[in-house]
């Protein structure tokens, strides 16, 4: 059994439809922005992007990665951002339906593209909610 994530932070991946992946090579360090679909009930980030991008490429040879997902404002009493980390995989067998599934019922123009589907599986994250307090954070950690 999953721990629960806190509502807000549930709320907040709602809200959203962009993460900045955080991938690396060798010791080098990338950054992608990615479209995501939430899917609530497995707690996972579903995204598409192909394995011969250098985030995709990175992810397969590695695929501990981190990521963010910012809400971009100049009043420091809205400030909102959810810090992550975790691993991705390729979405195979069965999970290649459900992620396409979801993915297009958040970005049905999608079925225009050849979609390769990847699953962003958190293992922590950290939303920091100045709304709800100046520095509020909330962490949720995967059970193991």
């Keep these: 059994m999953e721990s629960i994530i806190d509502k807000p932070i549930i709320s907040f991946i709602k809200k959203h439809h962009v993460f900045t992946l955080a991938t ?4 080098q360090p990338w950054c992608a922005s990615c479209f995501y679909a939430w899917h609530e009930e497995r707690q996972v980030f579903i995204f598409t992007t192909e394995d011969t991008t250098r985030h995709g490429a990175e992810a397969l040879n590695n695929s501990k990665v981190a990521g963010n997902i910012v809400l971009e404002t100049r009043v420091i009493g809205n400030i909102q951002g959810l810090q992550m980390s975790g691993i991705t995989i390729l979405a195979d067998g069965d999970t290649i339906e459900i992620a396409q599934q979801r993915y297009l019922k958040r970005f049905p123009y ?3 593209i050849d979609l390769h589907m990847w699953i962003f599986i958190p293992h922590v994250l ?3 909610d100045n709304r709800l307090g100046f520095g509020k954070k909330l962490i949720w950690k995967r059970e193991t």
């Design 110 to 112: 999608a079925r225009l």
């Design 24 to 27: 690396e090579n060798q010791g």
């Design 126 to 128: 950290k939303l920091t």
